[in-house]
């Protein structure tokens, strides 16, 4: 109301003002006219103002402001008197602004105030798909204009006239806006989530391939590895039924073990290949960014599915003959401390023979576990890089995002998963090295110096080479055993405990 009080007031005085320089002479026929000129860039000008705030779901705040202005330029020289008539854009040229345009202007202005406009828009537009504005009747019309402004998958048609005003294809940019969409529609993280299941997709292709190429480049050292473990390896049927009844529930333990771990992993695995049918929020395997095309899409699925179909078969082989070789070494071992303790005990007049082919033998399985090494040195260094990367990645996902407990749940499960995986080739490498370690200390706890000097020359060699340990090592980098895998997880709390005193400041 006091507003318009002093509108009125002030029009009623200019009128004023100029009734009293516009001065009349009834005396005369001749009208004198005065007019009042102002100095240049003088203006008249009123201004009112408003702005509301409205607080919305996921810490996010809508702000609506208005400003109402009315400006009058004063004259400055005798030609404002008369001034030509300008007509609007949209009289004159049927104007009307496109969609994209409009995601260029907003580009623009934010990279003038220094921040990265296409991002900053992708963003916006991700965080509208994941919690849309207009999502009852009730909602007001600015939140269904906002809701309509930021979901680009109602246009797809982007205006190529201004493929060069941004120094990019139109074409990508949307894109890229649709990818955002579908991003924020599924519900994933606007954040990071791209990039973290861009990372899992790419660890998990390179693991299948890197495991391919294992099985090809070293094809004929697995095929001599297996050769000799099947045709020189001692029989364990000709030793003591003792022996032979705990060493025959070794490999049954060891069998029933990998045929679970083998049909478990495989159905998960290709229950996986399902979720495309049940999910269409996942068209595909792994986390993919392809242009809208049906056809392109169809053919990277086709390929993925082909991956997986050829890469875990691949993946579990490499996995379960390494299981197999450990537990085959090991044993070997073990037959052959016996063997040397029995001849030392017995003392008998073919001891050094046996002895002799003890040491002999003790050089072959040497000779299989620096073979193995070779083989198996780039996938543990893999594995290890891959359970610290992974399972810090899912830590920060829980954390940073505030997952639900499901998440929670399936990240966990995740972290668990990577550490089993790391676990199946640390743990049988560190049995390894303390059953060759372990035959220097079983030969020299029995009375070997009691024998004939030549048996001891032939023991003495053989407790020499054992107390040199060999470990498995990941590209001659680091040793691979127990104390590497707890590495990795102290490494993995630390992560944890310095993300989490972070978040909490």
Not at 284 to 296: A, H, I, Q
Not at 318 to 323: A, P, Q
Not at 357 to 371: A, D, K
Not at 410 to 427: C, D, L, P, R
Request: with cysteine.
């Amino acid at each position: 109301m006091n507003v318009s009080k002093f509108s009125a007031t002030a029009s009623i005085l200019l009128v004023a003002i100029l009734t009293i320089v516009h001065g009349n002479n009834d005396g005369h026929k001749i009208q004198k006219r005065y007019t009042l000129l102002y100095p240049r860039n003088t203006f008249f000008q009123f201004s009112i103002g408003w702005a509301m705030r409205t607080m919305l779901r996921n810490k996010r705040q809508f702000v609506l402001d208005s400003v109402y202005q009315q400006r009058y330029d004063l004259p400055t020289n005798l030609s404002d008197f008369s001034m030509p008539t300008y007509y609007t854009r949209s009289i004159l040229d049927n104007y009307d602004i496109t969609r994209e345009t409009l995601y260029v202007y907003i580009m623009n202005t934010l990279d003038n105030l220094e921040l990265d406009g296409e991002q900053c828009l992708l963003r916006a537009v991700c965080d509208v798909a994941h919690t849309p504005f207009h999502t009852k009747k009730k909602n007001s019309i600015l939140e269904k204009i906002a809701q309509f402004i930021f979901t680009p998958s109602t246009y797809y048609n982007f205006d190529e006239e201004l493929q060069e005003e941004r120094g990019v294809s139109n074409q990508t940019l949307g894109e890229n806006l649709l990818y955002a969409y579908e991003i924020g529609r599924q519900k994933k993280n606007c954040e990071g989530d791209m990039f973290i299941k861009a990372l899992q997709s790419l660890i998990a292709v390179t693991h299948m391939l890197l495991k391919y190429l294992i099985l090809i480049y070293y094809k004929h050292g697995l095929t001599m590895l297996l050769h000799d473990s099947t045709r020189k390896f001692w029989n364990y049927r000709k030793f003591p039924q003792q022996i032979k009844t705990r060493i025959e529930k070794i490999h049954q333990a060891v069998k029933y073990s990998q045929i679970t771990i083998l049909i478990v992993s495989l159905i998960v695995a290709y229950v996986y290949f399902l979720r495309p049918i049940f999910d269409v929020d996942y068209f595909f395997l792994l986390e993919t960014r392809v242009p809208v095309s049906y056809p392109m899409s169809a053919i990277l699925l086709w390929a993925q599915f082909y991956c997986f179909c050829i890469g875990i078969p691949i993946t579990f082989s490499c996995d379960l003959i390494y299981l197999a070789l450990c537990v085959h070494v090991v044993l070997q071992m073990r037959l052959l401390k016996y063997k040397i303790k029995e001849s030392l005990k017995n003392g008998r007049d073919n001891s050094g023979k046996v002895l002799a082919g003890c040491v002999h033998y003790h050089q072959f399985l040497e000779s299989i576990f620096s073979r193995m090494k070779q083989v198996y040195s780039i996938t543990l260094l893999f594995h290890y890089f891959v359970t610290l990367i992974s399972t810090c990645s899912d830590l920060y996902e829980v954390l940073v995002w505030n997952a639900d407990l499901t998440n929670t749940l399936i990240k966990f499960s995740s972290v668990v998963i990577f550490f089993a995986q790391f676990g199946y080739y640390t743990f049988p490498a560190e049995q390894v090295t303390f059953e060759f370690a372990d035959l220097s200390d079983a030969v020299y706890l029995t009375k070997w110096y009691k024998n004939r000097l030549k048996f001891q020359k032939i023991v003495l060699f053989v407790m020499l080479r054992s107390q040199r340990l060999e470990y498995f090592t990941g590209a001659d980098l680091m040793n691979i055993s127990v104390d590497t895998f707890g590495s990795v997880f102290k490494k993995t709390i630390s992560f944890y405990a310095v993300l989490r005193n972070l978040l909490n400041k």
